[in-house]
C-alpha cells in the first residue's frame, strides 16, 4: 500500500551527514519536489537544504522546521536562488509562508537568535 509514498531509500546513506535532513523530512520534501517539477532535481534540493540550513543559523530540524528549511530550499531552487541573491534582494521576494512564520517567531526562537544578516530583510 505504501510503496509508491517511499523515497526510494532502502539503506542507510552517509549524505544525511551532508545535508542533515531527518528521514521523514527526506521523504517527505522528494514528494513535495516531484509535486511542483523538481523531481528530477532533488540533489540539488538536497544541497539547497543545507545551504538553507546554514543560513537559517544552522537551526534544530525536527518538525515544523525542518519543513520551513525545505520550503525554502524548493523556494530557492524553483527561483534559481543563490544565498547571496536572498541576502541581497529578500525585502523584495515573496517567501513561503513556512518561512514567514518562522522569523516572525511564530514558532519561538532559536537558540542564539536569528542570524543578523536575516534579521535586515
Not at 532502502?10 to 551532508?18: I, K, S
Amino acid at each position: 500500500y505504501y510503496a509508491p509514498f517511499e523515497s526510494g531509500m532502502n539503506a542507510p546513506h552517509t549524505e544525511v551527514y551532508m545535508h542533515e535532513m531527518p528521514g521523514g523530512q527526506y521523504s517527505n520534501l522528494q514528494q513535495q519536489a516531484k509535486a511542483v517539477g523538481l523531481g528530477d532535481r532533488f540533489d540539488e534540493v538536497k544541497v539547497m537544504y543545507r545551504r538553507v540550513n546554514d543560513m537559517f543559523g544552522d537551526i534544530v530540524k525536527v518538525t515544523p522546521s525542518s519543513k520551513v528549511v525545505g520550503d525554502m530550499a524548493l523556494f530557492m531552487v524553483q527561483n534559481h536562488l543563490t544565498e547571496q541573491d536572498v541576502l541581497e534582494r529578500g525585502h523584495a521576494m515573496d517567501f513561503p509562508g513556512s518561512v514567514v512564520e518562522m522569523f516572525s517567531g511564530d514558532l519561538g526562537q532559536p537558540y542564539g537568535g536569528f542570524p543578523k544578516k536575516l534579521q535586515k530583510i
